[in-house]
């Protein structure tokens, strides 16, 4: 099968294109380079060390006998060009990581919301625009994230994207309908990925694509069977403030010997899947396309639920870090229950990788190995979601000494 | 009050600046002049003649006594300036007209669904981005279109912007929530429409920004009290199969002695208001306000639902035109029913114009007075919503010598 990879430099978009390129498919990545932009930008860097896309591809050839495209092209950008090559390579399916996805950075600055929902939202709709306009029928697959599903109600788990309702007609009686759950986003990030769903809605309908949505969890974990085949292979780990998520950035401090940092009181509850999970996800979807004429495919891609705190203990027990309390820089409940229904995936097979069981490896083959390369001073969140937010957070973290004064 | 009004320069935009100018309020439009630039672009321009928007200023002034800003800047395009004037300029409120309007045109092809996409998703994220990098907390007040209703239940009245449902609980045990209603849009630029709600619900919650979103019904009708003052205070008369409401086309191909062309059945539901009513509701909104923190307040912008057959032959029997049915160019039900709740706007005291009382004076005034400025070939809809209707519409309207061979 020929599959294009959009977004195949980042941090899922790269395991993904080995692990199909490893099953024998023709694999092009399309990228635009912008998460080692936004390092730049940010004046961070992976964890464990990063080479050039170009370099990685001849390495993997090396180690595999597979070769993979690489066109420098930005989807979001750069419709004619993008549209050209669609028509002309002509793929079966189109794996879509092409989005800015940290939260924190969506909500750093005017100019850095403006670029998310710029970025994002003609990102997916020139492939969209695209396919339609080269006749192409290829299957979408898109990373969406748990973050679109907002409403929750206490005691309902949330379903694979489409919630089943009772609308009360004029004359009183109740009629059932199942609908798009109803969006209700956490951050400027989130938005743009449930903007995306209504751009699928409407190209499913009126172009009969056929399109799968992937609801994501928080992905932890760093390696694959195809990265760890070469050290150059490795994977990103990203522990910024920024990019880096929850549990990355406890085992950083963990190596560190650094007080484990909790956002509030630590009861956000959140999803997890671990990254070889997420890479076995994609292609269980590319299996199970949905038919022509058929309405977006959507799965709940998690495998786990866990509270922050009780993420933070779990690692303090593993490593005898100590746990200390921060405020939070986002704008959300404190606390709060999340249930999740992901049936589908297991039902095709997926047997997850418990973090219980995998987080010594994470610590000791990533976290401990590059703990020389860390820039400490990175760690802390310190994107506030809104003004009032960001003075609270300035102040009470130059008490703490957790950023040191001038640092920001 | 000091109002600022995006768009200003185009169809609801100029009335609604004089209306507000009338009333005392110090009224500053902004506006790229994109209307103008697609008539370039599309070879057809307003039945009824325009003078330049600084011409326009400069007769509402003599004739009112009133001075107008005028400020050329894209807000889609240039966040910068937009922000700098707005910071600057400081508005109570910002009624924001600044986005592509016609379906058709966004369908037209690939350019066409890029440039509304990204015009009307930059324009309206500018906006509420821009107002809260600069803590301004004006009221916003958007125009968006009944056509967000995608998901229409038969029997059940479309409510205003949310909807009450029953959620089932996992113990099985019903609980009642409301809901944004489930968009499910028609066209892309119905679902930019779609995507400004998200964008309003995510800065209403994170942001507290004040906003109202109007979705209106199809516009009809010319002058209202201030564009009658003076000739070159005229509004604009869209006819062509564009821009072109199907009450215009109707209208002209009624003055030129030619069949009103009604695609398929003439079936389809359609929900209509004044342009004086229209201007009317926007000041009714500008004094009913959110508080807040509130969420989104949604009004139905709208008086009365007519078919589109029932139109047609209202306007024949009052001109003695005949009926002729042609191919749709739309992806869309043939027949449905519509029935729409619009209590608040009446609540508040508007009391509406009726098509029935208004339509002799649009053909005497406006169709019959400037029909010697028509292009007859600009009247049929050609925008196709896919590459198949395409096919079809352009073999049976060079068939019936709607369009002439060689005009498209």
């Not at 549990?247 to 963990?254: D, H, S, Y």
């Not at 933070?312 to 309390?325: P, W």
Request: with cysteine.
């Amino acid at each position: 099968m020929r599959i294009a990879i959009l977004g195949g430099d980042g941090f899922i978009g790269w395991p993904t294109t080995l692990h199909f390129s490893n099953l024998g498919h023709d694999v092009a990545i399309v990228d635009n380079l912008s998460r080692r932009w936004i390092d730049a930008e940010l004046g961070v860097q992976s964890l464990t060390p990063m080479d050039s896309i170009q370099e990685r591809v001849r390495v993997w050839r090396q180690a595999s006998g597979h070769s993979l495209g690489f066109e420098h092209i930005d989807v979001a950008q750069d419709y004619e060009r993008f549209k050209a090559w669609l028509g002309a390579w002509r793929p079966d399916a189109v794996v879509h990581f092409a989005e800015q996805r940290a939260a924190p950075y969506s909500m750093k600055s005017d100019h850095h919301k403006t670029y998310t929902v710029n970025n994002n939202v003609n990102a997916t709709h020139n492939l969209l625009n695209a396919l339609v306009a080269v006749d192409l029928d290829a299957h979408v697959i898109h990373l969406g994230t748990m973050g679109v599903y907002g409403y929750t109600t206490a005691g309902a788990s949330i379903p694979e994207g489409y919630l089943s309702v009772d609308v009360t007609l004029d004359d009183g009686s109740k009629m059932p309908r199942e609908i798009l759950y109803p969006p209700d986003a956490g951050s400027i990030y989130h938005m743009t990925k449930c903007l995306d769903q209504l751009l699928f809605q409407f190209y499913a309908k009126n172009d009969r694509l056929r399109i799968t949505d992937l609801h994501q969890g928080i992905v932890w974990g760093t390696h694959t069977d195809q990265t760890r085949r070469h050290p150059q292979l490795i994977n990103r780990f990203d522990y910024d403030g920024d990019y880096g998520t929850v549990l990355n950035r406890f085992l950083i401090q963990a190596a560190l010997h650094h007080p484990l940092t909790v956002h509030g009181t630590g009861g956000q509850s959140r999803a997890f899947i671990h990254i070889q999970d997420s890479v076995r996800c994609v292609e269980i979807a590319l299996r199970n396309p949905p038919e022509r004429g058929e309405r977006t495919k959507i799965f709940n891609q998690m495998t786990e639920v866990h509270r922050v705190r009780d993420l933070a203990n779990l690692v303090a027990e593993l490593t005898g870090a100590e746990v200390a309390h921060v405020p939070s820089p986002r704008q959300e409940a404190a606390e709060n229950d999340l249930a999740v229904q992901n049936r589908q995936f297991l039902a095709l097979g997926l047997d997850p990788i418990k973090l219980q069981d995998g987080l010594l490896a994470e610590l000791v083959d990533i976290a401990r190995k590059f703990i020389h390369r860390v820039d400490r001073s990175r760690i802390p969140s310190t994107s506030a979601w809104t003004r009032d937010i960001a003075a609270k957070l300035v102040t009470r973290m130059e008490e703490m000494q957790v950023v040191r004064n001038g640092s920001r």
